[in-house]
């Protein structure tokens, strides 16, 4: 399942997907104003678009391919030329519930929040604060690296762009439904083995970002969530976007997060992101989003008003790090990374992107500057990928190109994962049983990991009970799977199952255990604990 898409999802595999179906993006520019009358009345009757309207059948096609993916929620906004063109809620925010989806119901928009904290550093960058090139020692001297040259050569610019060596989601379990503070998530990150060497490839990291929003309070004394309130969301009249899910949670019009368990799409808690903020914490509707693609299309103005200067939004989409390149038809595709944003080419044309993913919430904002053209599309459903089509199907419609059914290939290819991964399932459950190396109780014990600390593992009433600390989710009974692995259901349901084989020494004693956590949205990161004398 991509995530943070996001909090994330611009990797290199869903790049490498998308371009057997999409050909390929080029700069900015500026936009005009419109009344506040002219979007509300354009918004009201987009669903009576005439035949030579791009939006023409819209409705329809999302009506129809949200049954297909089973998605209980969606809002979909639209900005071409300055206008709101589209805006528009379907389906309900809560399975189970009546209460429908508008352009005004509040969603976690996760990594999109990315792009936002770039661009408050780039506000400091503006102001002659600080500079994007700037080793980030200098303004966090507590921060470092596995490596100390790293620790010594990484910039502000670096903690924008996911160069910094880590690999996509390496460490995120740290944060991940644990209680650890922003600061003591980020004091732990000198534990975190790179993936490749500094600057040499892209790996999505949450944890660079979270040391880059944190730069924010070191410069001017202000929170990161003060900053962004103070500097965007009052400005922009974005009054309904926070960055507290708490205050989101008490307000009206909040979609409910959900996700697959067990076979059947179910609502789910909000996942805390307050450790982890200048990562993916804002939440959001499309109402107010509208207003951010305008600025974005407008080169920092909104209504007439510098918000952000050109130079600033130029500089966060201008490719920083490199994800793939290919010559397809005797064209050049390319995907990059900015500050903040997804970059690639499509037909032609800059194509500026970027996508969210939390607990039971996709999302996907498409810009396209040379067409003064913008998407977002809004989800309360992870296991599924329209919320990456239809945008496209919008950029298509206004380009007036022939593509592919995405749609269609899309469902397809999850239909061929469920069908395989059931498939194992049913296989791992027909071997027959085995008997552990040792006695169920030797396996009990304090193991520890410098990255996530410590691991009790309890023997209670004839059963073997792990608990991580620091976080609750990452508890759960250990049934034995085979030989000396064994299999655990976390507390946390999102957590789903991992296995845990131990190793034993050449006394017949365990020593280490290993484990994984949803490898496919949470952190591939393989975590080896180690039992302490």
Not at 409 to 429: D, G, I, P, V, W
Request: charged letters at 25%; a positive charge.
């Amino acid at each position: 399942m991509p995530r943070r898409l996001a909090f994330a999802n611009f990797s290199l595999a869903l790049f490498l997907a998308w371009s057997a179906l999409i050909p390929s993006p080029a700069l900015a520019r500026q936009a005009a104003t419109a009344t506040k009358s002219d979007r509300d009345t354009r918004a009201s009757s987009a669903s009576t678009t005439t035949s030579k309207d791009p939006l023409r059948g819209l409705d329809g096609y999302i009506e129809s391919a949200m049954k297909d993916w089973q998605i209980p929620g969606l809002a979909i906004a639209v900005v071409k030329d300055d206008r709101v063109v589209y805006s528009r809620g379907f389906g309900v925010r809560e399975l189970g519930k009546p209460e429908k989806v508008t352009p005004r119901t509040m969603f976690a928009m996760a990594s999109h929040t990315k792009a936002f904290t770039a661009t408050a550093l780039g506000l400091l960058v503006a102001e002659g604060k600080i500079a994007w090139d700037d080793p980030a020692t200098k303004y966090l001297p507590w921060f470092q690296m596995f490596d100390p040259y790293v620790t010594r050569e990484l910039t502000v610019r670096d903690l924008l762009c996911h160069r910094c060596g880590l690999g996509t989601w390496q460490g995120d379990l740290m944060w991940y439904g644990s209680d650890l503070s922003r600061r003591e998530v980020l004091e732990r990150v000198r534990f975190l083995q790179p993936e490749f060497s500094f600057r040499s490839k892209f790996g999505y990291c949450n944890l660079a970002f979270v040391a880059a929003g944190e730069i924010l309070p070191a410069v001017t004394g202000q929170s990161w969530e003060e900053t962004l309130r103070r500097r965007f969301f009052e400005p922009m009249g974005m009054n309904r976007t926070n960055t507290d899910l708490g205050a989101t949670e008490r307000m009206d019009d909040v979609a409910r997060p959900h996700t697959l368990v067990k076979g059947k799409v179910v609502p789910v808690a909000y996942r805390q992101t307050k450790n982890t903020a200048p990562a993916g914490a804002i939440n959001s509707c499309v109402e107010d989003w509208t207003r951010w693609m305008r600025l974005q299309l407008n080169e920092g103005t909104l209504d007439g008003k510098r918000i952000v200067p050109a130079r600033i939004v130029n500089e966060t989409r201008t490719p920083q790090t490199f994800q793939a390149t290919r010559v397809a038809a005797g064209k050049l595709q390319f995907s990059a990374y900015g500050l903040g944003w997804g970059l690639r080419l499509y037909h032609g044309r800059l194509l500026v992107s970027h996508s969210g993913g939390l607990d039971g919430m996709v999302s996907l904002t498409v810009l396209v500057p040379e067409e003064r053209l913008g998407i977002v599309v809004v989800t309360n459903y992870d296991e599924q990928e329209f919320y990456d089509v239809l945008p496209y199907h919008v950029v298509d419609a206004y380009l007036g190109v022939a593509t592919p059914d995405r749609n269609a290939s899309m469902l397809q290819a999850r239909k061929n994962r469920t069908r395989l991964q059931r498939a194992f399932e049913e296989k791992e459950s027909s071997k027959g049983a085995t008997r552990p190396s040792l006695e169920p109780a030797t396996y009990a014990g304090v193991y520890h990991h410098p990255v996530l600390g410590k691991a009790t593992i309890s023997a209670k009433d004839g059963k073997l009970i792990l608990q991580v600390e620091r976080n609750p989710g990452l508890a759960g009974e250990l049934k034995h799977r085979n030989s000396d692995t064994f299999r655990v259901e976390w507390a946390d349901p999102y957590f789903r199952t991992s296995l845990l084989p131990f190793r034993l020494d050449e006394h017949g004693r365990a020593v280490e255990f290993r484990m994984k956590v949803r490898p496919d949205f949470v952190d591939p990161m393989e975590y080896v604990f180690t039992r302490k004398p």
